[in-house]
C-alpha cells in the first residue's frame, strides 16, 4: 500500500512541500493549490475532494471540525495537527509519518503529528 498524500493548509511552511517532493513523496501545499485564504471547512474539503490528509498548525478549529464531521457521518482521509515548530522539526516528523503511514491508515482520525516519533 502507498504511503499516504498529504496536504498542507497555508500555515503549514511551503518549504515544506519543497523537501518531501524531493523524497518522491505526493504532497500538495494550499499555495500550490490555489486555496490561500480559503476557510478552514473549505481546506478539509479540498483535501477530503483530492484524496488527501490534511496536515495543519490549526490544531483547535480542526479539533472542532474533525469532531462535527464525525457528528455529520462525513469522511476524511485523516486530520494531522501540530502546535507551531522549527522547519527542522517539522520535517523530522512529517518524514517519519510519511514513512510509516499507509493510505488509509488514519482515515477519519486526528492525530497529532508529534505521535510520529
Known sequence: MAPIRLYLDEMIP??????LKQYNYDILSAKDAGMLGKSDLEQLAFAVSQNRAILTFNIGDFTRLHKSWLIESKLHKGIIVSPEIKITELIRLTLKLLAVTRDGEIENQLRFLQEFQ
Open 14 to 19: 511551503v518549504d515544506l512541500t519543497l523537501i
